[in-house]
């Protein structure tokens, strides 16, 4: 069974940083893209981030600069490094593993970890 | 890149039949057929309902089909049941490499 754990949220004042975790089980970690989605309360979901490899990654313009996406597959976990964190941040962050491919559907999801950003 | 265009909210009664429209561009909707749908109850984490336009994951009711014409994407659910009641997003590959979301519909069944 697929498992995918947030961690790291909490709440941080504007400008501050805070780094996310996402540990994953239940399937072969590195041969899997994985993503970062998040929901800010009340609103809709918005695609934040996705790696396929070290070098490969992708970002919405809205994060583009500010957040670093990263994985260590010896330890099956994704990470996300925010930075420069605006009230515009505040949601609950989704780890995502895609179906197939890297963005053409997210088949399994973690609970989110919440991040509030407000001084 | 601006977000899918979906209606607010669509309802039905049990046993009903509706389609929930996604529109977005030639370079997102329009030029890719990496569409997927998501069902979202209040409190939870959305599920994967339909991918690649048309393509079901393993365990979904064949009651929730895709579809797509032009820059339009559409999601159907037939035989409307109660627990269908639920929030609903489209989403698309982008010609960024990105993913663009709809804004979301409000699915409520009478």
């Known amino acids: 069974e697929v498992q995918l754990v947030e961690s790291g949220g909490g709440l941080v004042q504007p400008g501050g940083s805070l780094r996310l975790s996402c540990a994953a089980s239940?399937?072969?970690?590195?041969?899997?893209?994985m993503s970062w989605v998040r929901q800010a309360p009340g609103k809709g979901l918005e695609w934040v981030s996705s790696?396929?490899?070290?070098?490969?990654?992708f970002y919405a313009d809205s994060v583009k600069g500010r957040f670093t996406i990263s994985r260590d597959s010896s330890n099956s976990a994704l990470y996300l490094q925010m930075h420069g964190l605006t009230a515009e941040d505040t949601a609950l962050y989704y780890c995502?593993?895609?179906?197939?491919?890297?963005?053409?559907?997210?088949?399994?999801w973690g609970q989110g970890t919440l991040v509030t950003v407000s001084s | 890149q601006s977000a899918l265009t979906q209606p607010a909210s669509v309802s039905g009664s049990p046993g009903q039949s509706i389609t929930i429209s996604c529109t977005g561009t030639?370079?997102?909707?329009?030029?890719?057929?990496?569409v997927s749908w998501y069902q979202q109850h209040p409190g939870k984490a959305p599920k994967l309902m339909i991918y690649?336009?048309?393509d079901r994951p393993s365990g979904i009711s064949n009651r929730f089909s895709g579809s797509k014409s032009g820059n339009t994407a559409s999601l159907t659910i037939a035989g409307l049941q109660a627990e269908d009641e639920a929030d609903y997003y489209c989403?698309?590959?982008?010609?960024?490499?990105?993913?663009?979301f709809g804004g979301g519909t409000k699915l409520t069944v009478l």
């Open positions: 989403g698309s590959f982008t010609s960024s490499t990105t993913l663009v």
């Open positions: 239940g399937f072969t970690f590195s041969t899997y893209a």
């Open positions: 030639s370079s997102d909707v329009g030029g890719y057929n990496h």
């Open positions: 690649d336009v048309n």
């Open positions: 790696i396929i490899s070290g070098s490969r990654t």
């Open positions: 995502a593993k895609p179906i197939i491919g890297v963005l053409r559907g997210f088949e399994d």
